[in-house]
């Protein structure tokens, strides 16, 4: 599957921001799906998860209660709502597809197979 993240941008502090993982060939739907973000120097991170059939997800503390990760399959496209931005949340934001069938989130790096680009999400002060 390969997949294309986009939605990123330059945002103030409080405001939202959807960002949007769509498989350009292939489909995501036997795929646990998860967006990871990294800034310069650092690992790309967890942000959120959700499971292959999307019951269960999983959220990074730090974004817990306002981040939102969600799945169409009819779709093929996975969104991370976000907002309450903050600074801290600037970073590249990539999706990311775990070869799991199960109910479980997966949220190692190791655990992913096949990633998108990466946009970039700009939170100013």
């Known amino acids: 599957v390969q997949l294309q993240a986009s939605g990123g941008g330059l945002v103030q502090t409080g405001d939202s921001l959807k960002l949007s993982c769509t498989a350009s060939?292939?489909?995501?739907?036997?795929?646990?799906m998860g967006w990871f973000r990294q800034t310069p120097g650092n690992e790309r991170d967890i942000v959120a998860a959700?499971?292959?059939?999307?019951?269960?997800?999983y959220y990074d503390e730090s974004v817990k209660g306002r981040f939102t990760i969600s799945r169409d399959n009819a779709k093929n496209t996975v969104h991370l709502q976000m907002r309450s931005l903050k600074p801290e949340d600037s970073a590249v934001y990539y999706c990311?597809?775990?070869?799991?069938?199960?109910?479980?989130?997966?949220?190692?790096?190791?655990?992913?197979?096949?990633w998108g680009q990466g946009t970039l999400v700009t939170v100013s002060s």
């Open positions: 990311a597809a775990a070869n799991y069938h199960d109910y479980a989130p997966r949220i190692f790096h190791g655990e992913y197979a096949h």
């Open positions: 060939e292939g489909h995501i739907s036997p795929y646990s």
């Open positions: 959700i499971s292959w059939g999307g019951g269960y997800t």
